[in-house]
T-cell receptor
Framework: EAGVAQSPRYKIIEKRQSVAFWCNPI?????LYWYQQILGQGPKLLIQ????????DSQLPKDRFSAERLKGVDSTLKIQPAKLEDSAVYLC????????????FGPGTRLTVL | SQQGEEDPQALSIQEGENATMNCSYK?????LQWYRQNSGRGLVHLIL?????REKHSGRLRVTLDTSKKSSSLLITASRAADTASYFC??????????FGSGTQLTVLP
């Protein structure tokens, strides 16, 4: 079974530029999560999707971050414009849905904002 | 904010020794999970313990949960160099959302 795929793996941009991350969850997984992990910390939930609907985006800085999961499968996370403090690893995870507690994580995208 | 806090922040042991990591959390939970993260990689689920369980085993892993003290511990027995990683506890709520602690960096020396 293929795992959660993310791209790109690394991205370096200058502040005020835009960036987008892509995630392909495990086939059949209804729930998709985006996390931000700052160096030395645990992951922090940004947004949770159930199929193509948003369950919780209360931790997403909506003035600059946006995310979508239009067809209930792949998802993109965008930052526009980026700030220095956005430097982090962005992790995507998926799970079967409300019946499952276990999340499966992708390798993450390491973003560096200069 | 982080729900859980792991202790210690860093742990260095010799191969073959046991490693114990502790986690404390603040609010009521449905379940508590432990994840491992190798450097530069995503997180891998290790074990889940439900709020009505006190102890659980999986291979070389032993997890305990004390809901009265809002704490959990992860024991890795007979550690190997390949166990070198960061270990995170995470509590989950009814919406299946995980709140992670800050992690313990375990180094197993050969």
């Amino acid at each position: 079974e293929a795992g959660v795929a993310q791209s790109p793996r690394y991205k370096i941009i200058e502040k005020r530029q835009s960036v987008a991350f892509w995630c392909n969850p495990i086939s059949g997984h209804a729930t998709l999560y985006w996390y931000q992990q700052i160096l030395g910390q645990g992951p922090k939930l940004l947004i949770q999707f159930q199929n193509n609907g948003v369950v919780d985006d209360s931790q997403l800085p909506k003035d600059r971050f946006s995310a979508e999961r239009l067809k209930g499968v792949d998802s993109t996370l965008k930052i526009q414009p980026a700030k220095l403090e956005d430097s982090a690893v962005y992790l995507c995870a998926s799970s079967l849905g409300v019946s499952s507690n276990t999340q499966y994580f992708g390798p993450g995208t390491r973003l560096t904002v200069l | 904010s982080q729900q859980g806090e792991e202790d210690p922040q860093a742990l260095s042991i010799q191969e073959g020794e046991n490693a114990t990591m502790n986690c404390s959390y603040k609010t009521s939970i449905n379940n508590l999970q432990w994840y491992r993260q190798n450097s530069g990689r995503g997180l891998v689920h290790l074990i889940l313990i439900r709020s009505n369980e006190r102890e659980k085993h999986s291979g070389r892993l032993r997890v305990t949960l004390d809901t009265s003290k809002k704490s959990s511990s992860l024991l890795i027995t007979a550690s190997r160099a390949a166990d070198t990683a960061s270990y995170f506890c995470a509590t989950d709520n009814s919406a299946r959302q995980l709140t992670f602690g800050s992690g313990t960096q375990l180094t197993v020396l050969p």
